[in-house]
């Protein structure tokens, strides 16, 4: 028999504010990216089933969000468009009168001091809903990685002159990272930073996403391009790349299944800030369970992002962000 006295773990627990004391992990607004989806038209929203509470708005209802969002303390949103028409090269997102390009303008137009993300990437502009320009020169159809890299680069640049403050591309083209470093800067925009989606992983949980952006596959899917959900190491090659090329910031998403990648990531790299994309097929599932009386939505969401920023992550995109901000003032 031990002659110890039991260790009481319970002894930190036991007084409310105690507990407040000694919490390893703060949550708060600041850690929010909300993203945005916008569309053409006017004085619509169109809301978007799978995503309770959230819908395509148009240009003009920007300025009255974007306000409530800074209201609540939230620093930043990322902006993802969908075009009025959409072709095979997604000429939309390189067309300085494009969609997102219209809302950067006006939001900026609007005075606000948000931080303004651009999502850049495809696959909301290509009528065959892929990240980039297809070709067949294999016998399969697929992405082509170098071509698709130049109008990567044209996107960005229109995005930057629009008033883009960071720069997120989520294509995971090989050397996009290098190819818009490069023509950023070669325009002038050496101080717009590059948020990658380093680690993007083919998921079953971008499904209502796909909804929000009518960015369906309308062939095959993404495995030739985002990684295998059961490849970890991969993922740190993948982070390695990004940083030798010149990304000022790393992503991981989606975040809830991925926690374990973010947190590799952040022990590999401590000193660059991470972000965690917490993706619509999260959100949904949470919307889902509360609404039919399964779980405390507040409770499960905050329990949830808490986690996230738990594994490491700095920033968390995420779609509760504006009820959590709510619930965390
Ligand atoms: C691709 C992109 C996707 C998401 C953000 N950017 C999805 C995809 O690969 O189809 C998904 C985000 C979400 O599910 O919330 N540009």
């Known amino acids: 028999m031990s002659s110890f006295p039991t260790i009481r773990m319970r002894r930190l627990r036991t007084h409310p504010k105690l507990r407040d004391m000694v919490?390893?992990?703060m949550l708060t607004p600041n850690d929010f990216i909300l993203p945005l989806f916008v569309r053409h038209g006017e004085k619509t929203r169109v809301d978007i089933s799978s995503m309770p509470g959230h819908a395509?708005?148009?240009?003009?209802?920007?300025?009255?969000?974007?306000?409530?969002i800074e209201s609540l303390g939230i620093p930043s949103i990322i902006l993802f468009g969908i075009?009025?028409?959409?072709?095979?090269?997604?000429?939309?997102?390189?067309?300085?009168?494009?969609?997102?390009?219209?809302?950067?303008?006006?939001?900026?137009?609007?005075g606000s001091n948000l931080l303004g993300m651009a999502d850049v990437c495809f696959c909301e502009f290509t009528d065959h809903g892929h990240c980039g320009i297809i070709n067949d020169r294999h016998g399969t159809m697929d992405v082509d990685n170098d071509a698709t890299l130049e109008i990567l680069v044209k996107e960005a640049v229109s995005f930057a002159k629009a008033g883009a403050d960071v720069i997120a591309p989520s294509g995971m083209m090989?050397?996009?990272?290098?190819?818009?470093?490069?023509?950023?800067?070669?325009?002038?925009?050496?101080?717009?930073?590059?948020l990658s989606y380093a680690a993007k992983y083919s998921s079953g949980f971008y499904g209502p996403f796909r909804e929000a952006a009518e960015s369906a596959p309308?062939?095959?899917?993404?495995?030739?391009?985002?990684?295998?959900?059961?490849?970890?190491?991969?993922?740190?090659?993948?982070?390695?790349?990004?940083?030798?090329?010149?990304?000022?910031?790393?992503?991981?998403?989606?975040?809830?299944?991925?926690?374990?990648?973010?947190?590799?990531?952040?022990h590999a790299h401590p000193e660059v800030p991470l972000a965690a994309y917490s993706v619509s097929g999260e959100f949904a599932m949470v919307k889902a369970a509360a609404a039919n009386g399964w779980i405390d939505e507040q409770r499960v969401a905050l329990e949830i992002l808490t986690s996230i920023k738990r594994a490491g992550a700095d920033m968390i995109?995420?779609?509760?962000?504006?009820?959590?901000?709510?619930?965390?003032?």
């Open 23 to 25: 919490r390893e992990t």
């Open 56 to 68: 395509q708005l148009t240009v003009d209802l920007l300025a009255d969000e974007v306000a409530e």
């Open 83 to 110: 075009p009025e028409t959409k072709d095979s090269v997604g000429s939309d997102a390189y067309d300085d009168n494009g969609i997102v390009q219209q809302a950067l303008r006006a939001i900026k137009a609007a």
């Open 174 to 194: 090989d050397g996009m990272i290098t190819a818009l470093r490069t023509g950023l800067d070669d325009s002038g925009f050496e101080n717009i930073p590059i």
């Open 218 to 266: 309308t062939f095959g899917d993404r495995r030739t391009y985002q990684m295998d959900p059961a490849n970890g190491a991969e993922a740190l090659r993948e982070v390695e790349l990004d940083l030798a090329e010149g990304a000022d910031m790393l992503m991981v998403k989606p975040a809830l299944s991925y926690l374990d990648i973010i947190r590799r990531v952040k």
């Open 317 to 329: 995109l995420n779609y509760f962000a504006k009820d959590a901000a709510r619930w965390l003032s």
